[in-house]
């Protein structure tokens, strides 16, 4: 599965590896059994419309938006985990029907099964994507990853005895070891304080580099998207949220944290960022 | 307070409070306070000595060991409560997952749930023409209800974040279910299996009163005979056990523990 896809990609070098057409998503009433009330037509709550957004192979790109706009909507369809009113997604030039070892996703929470150890943890996700390979396999595999982010030690065990930054560490691992050509983060770091943060911004940067991986991540951290992306992707606020602009961060990599800031682009693009959060912010504020 | 000395004090009031309730109910029993003849605690101890030196004894169906009679209830209970297990957990996971098995077995659930299991000894009676198959069927009817409510709720309120990441990596709905779903609900099973449980204790003292054997059937016995002593003889039984069993459940809830 891994193997045919960065094939195609190969092979085919001017198409993306992700594409949006025209995407939509809106999510429907349930309808009771009994309900007297809602007879006939089905109203939905359009989330998001009309997006459209191409992302190279191995660019790091940000979404960020308002609260409430859509963005783990949109990020849930390109996971494949649900599936959108209209519009397509093709990731490497092929329509995707639904959720893939080709992505690894990160959960805004974690997401952890808290009965598995760290190791077990992802033990589970490399048993599933490749039943084929031997328990040893599987071993020293999800030992490699540990080892990556440097939780070796912790292996065995619980979630519920690590830190919040060492369960985000050990989702990280979790993705990663299904070798993944694309990582969709939904705001990975906004529950950790900010040592930690800087820390894993750090080491998911590295890691980046070192995997050729495509990342998509959603943030609400102007400085994060700053910081991290080849291209930061502004959505408006929903309901019907569309992409408003998209762009380019041409900053020198690496980055320093501290010399960054003084930076023009940066600071003008920073200035940009903020200007339209605010008017966004102030929009759902207005509507609510 | 040191950890050690206030168990010990903890051990040593209990025991207080024993030797005060035997002395109490010795007295009240020997100065007819209650009623006349009403058995004191000596002699119910007595009793209850006697009966455990030698629980095993067989003299036709009105004459058994309190222990014979003891592992007859448990066999049933353990019979019954076994494959109402069976089938409550299958059935809450699919009416948890399912939106059509819940609507269509909702209904029955609910209309059946508040039935006292004994009304369904003499259906039981009419269709197996066996006391054991009934009381086993009793039971059974008794713990189903706990076990699949349970674990349908529990299906229902998993965390989504767990499937999400069972779907994302692209799971079988048979990987989604042995390896996530049900590791997930354990707790809301272990809980509707204790209840389940104890329920099934309970109703197995009633319904053997009309089913003939088992500790219940004792019960019934001693009445006929008058033996209140052998009745409190029995009560005491019935209770440890249920203890020991409710225990058991408490230790596996524990285990299955996966809270922060
Ligand atoms: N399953 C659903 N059913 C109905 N409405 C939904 C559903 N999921 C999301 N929505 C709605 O769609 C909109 C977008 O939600 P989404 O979670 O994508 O926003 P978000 O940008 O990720 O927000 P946040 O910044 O708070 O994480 C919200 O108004 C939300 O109420
Ligand atoms: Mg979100």
């Known amino acids: ?35 007297f009330r809602s007879k006939g037509n089905r109203s939905g709550f359009e989330a998001i419309k009309d997006i459209n957004l191409k992302i190279e192979k191995n660019t790091f790109v940000s979404i960020i938006g308002p609260s409430g706009c859509g963005k783990s909507t949109l990020l849930n369809l390109i996971a494949g985990l649900q599936a959108p009113t209209s519009g397509k997604i093709i990731i490497d030039g092929q329509a995707i029907k639904g959720p893939g070892p ?5 959960f805004q929470n974690y997401a952890l099964m808290p009965w598995l150890t760290t190791i077990q943890n992802i033990e589970f996700a490399l048993n599933t994507v490749f039943p084929a390979k031997t328990k ?53 770091f906004g529950a950790l304080d900010a040592l930690t943060r800087s820390y894993l911004q750090d080491e998911l940067l590295s890691i980046w580099r070192k995997n050729k991986v495509t990342v998509v991540l959603i943030t609400h951290s102007i400085e994060e998207a700053l910081l991290l992306s080849d291209k930061i992707v502004l ?8 992409i408003s602009e998209e762009i380019s961060v041409d900053l020198e990599r690496p980055r320093d944290r501290e010399k960054i800031e003084q930076d023009p682009t940066y600071l003008k693009i920073k200035m940009r960022l903020e200007k339209h959060l605010l008017r966004e912010t102030r929009a759902v504020e207005e509507v609510t | 307070m040191n950890k050690a000395i206030s168990t010990r ?41 006697w009966w455990v030196s030698d629980p095993f004894f067989d003299n036709g169906p009105n004459d058994l060991g309190i222990g014979t009679n003891l592992l007859i209830s448990l066999r049933r209970v353990l019979i019954g409560y076994s494959l109402a297990v069976l089938v409550a957990i299958p059935l809450g996971v699919l009416m948890g997952m399912s939106k059509l098995a819940q609507s269509s077995l909702n209904p029955y659930v609910q209309l059946l749930k508040p039935v006292s299991p ?73 809980a509707g299996m204790r209840i389940s449980m104890g329920t099934a204790w ?12 088992g500790i219940g059937y004792f019960i019934w016995n001693e009445w006929n005979n008058l033996s209140l002593e052998n009745i409190f003889v029995a ?22 523990d996966y809270s922060i």
């Open chain 1, 1 to 35: 599965m891994n193997k045919k896809s960065s094939k195609i990609s190969t092979s085919n070098e001017n198409y993306s590896h992700l594409e949006l057409i025209n995407l939509g998503k809106i999510f429907f009433k349930e309808k009771k059994f009994i309900d």
């Open chain 2, 235 to 256: 009560i005491i039984i019935i209770g440890f056990t249920g203890f020991i069993l409710d225990q058991f459940f408490g230790f596996l809830q524990d285990k299955f």
């Open chain 2, 9 to 49: 004090l903890t051990f040593a009031v209990a025991i207080l409070s024993l030797l005060i309730f035997i002395i109490l109910w010795q007295v009240i029993a020997q100065q007819g306070l209650l009623v006349k003849n009403f058995p004191g605690s000596f002699k119910t101890i007595g009793s209850l000595i």
């Open chain 2, 118 to 190: 004994l009304a369904w000894l003499p259906v039981g009676l009419f269709v197996f023409r066996n006391s054991e198959i009934t009381g086993i069927f009793v039971i059974f009817i008794t713990s189903i209800w706990p076990t699949l409510i349970n674990t349908a709720f529990g299906v229902a309120s998993i965390n989504p974040d767990y499937l999400r990441v069972s779907k994302s990596l692209g799971a079988s709905k048979s990987t989604t279910i042995r390896r996530v779903i049900l590791p997930a609900i354990m707790p809301n099973i272990l």
């Open chain 1, 136 to 188: 040893a396999d599987v071993k020293e595999r999800a030992r490699k990853y540990l080892r990556m982010v440097g939780l070796e030690k912790a292996s065995n065990k619980f979630p519920k005895e690590l830190s919040g930054g060492m369960k985000q560490r050990v989702a990280i691992a979790r993705a990663l070891s299904i070798n993944p050509n694309m990582l969709l983060m939904d705001e990975p």
């Open chain 2, 202 to 213: 309970l109703v197995i003292v009633a319904a053997e009163m009309l089913l003939g054997t």
């Open chain 1, 102 to 106: 080709d992505r690894g996703v990160i």
């Open chain 1, 235 to 242: 959505m408006s606020s929903g309901p019907s949220a569309i």
